[in-house]
T-cell receptor
């Protein structure tokens, strides 16, 4: 079974600084997708960024970028120029391509605090 | 209405009550999901419906009963719940085709905060 591990339950960053959230996963598949979701205090989970495993280039969405290391099974999220609105719980998620692995498996989350 | 909506947003119920959670998606998707989110734990997938057929049931107790009357609506019927069932229940939808590759991003609703007394 796939597992997703987020080893940092809590992180904090100064406004305008950069922070990196860690995520590792375990899988025997070669074709899969990885996601970072953000859940602010309003509770609505929204997609921040996604990465296809077959793509070597790291995904980027404005201030959000990932460092995808397929061999190491690592998928970290970098937030540049942090803003107060970035404060939220961040979940890393894995989606495989076969059978039940096609459903999302989530990590336990990292609570990010942005300090003014 | 746009996206995925859930009602009610908050629910308090006794252990002998029967209640239902409702989810509606306005995205034209063909798959819908129920997740349970408890404090300090990863999201737990409970049920998956694809083309109105239940395709996943992750060993969920029978006191949770899903219903998917069409591809836009999903219900979670609750009866004789336990205090440990108190959690945030999230609904999500996606456009899913097992025959094609694709990230099939899931879109989430705001959740129902359930408290069982």
């Amino acid at each position: 079974a796939q597992t997703v591990t987020q080893s940092q339950p809590e992180m904090s960053v100064q406004e305008a600084e950069t922070v990196t959230l860690s995520c590792t996963y375990d899988t025997s598949e070669s074709d899969y997708y990885l996601f970072w979701y953000k859940q602010p205090p309003s509770r609505q989970m929204i997609l921040v960024i996604r990465q296809e495993a077959y793509k070597q280039q790291n995904a980027t969405e404005n201030r959000f970028s990932v460092n995808f290391q397929k061999a190491a099974k690592s998928f970290s999220l970098k937030i540049s120029d942090s803003q107060l609105g970035d404060a939220a719980m961040y979940f890393c998620a894995y989606r495989g391509s076969l059978g039940s692995a096609r459903q999302l498996t989530f990590g336990s989350g990292t609570q990010l605090t942005v300090l003014p | 209405e746009t996206g995925v909506t859930q009602t009610p947003r908050h629910l308090v119920m006794g252990m002998t009550n029967k209640k239902s959670l409702k989810c509606e998606q306005h995205l034209g998707h063909n798959a819908m999901y129920w997740y349970k989110q408890s404090a300090k734990k990863p999201l737990e997938l409970m049920f998956v419906y694809n083309f109105k057929e239940q395709t996943e049931n992750n060993s969920v107790p029978s006191r949770f009963s899903p219903e998917c009357p069409n591809s836009s609506h999903l219900f979670l019927h609750l009866h004789t719940l336990q205090p440990e069932d108190s959690a945030l229940y999230l609904c999500a939808s996606s456009q899913d085709n097992p025959r094609t590759s694709g990230a099939n991003e899931q879109f989430f609703g705001p959740g129902t905060r359930l408290t069982v007394l």
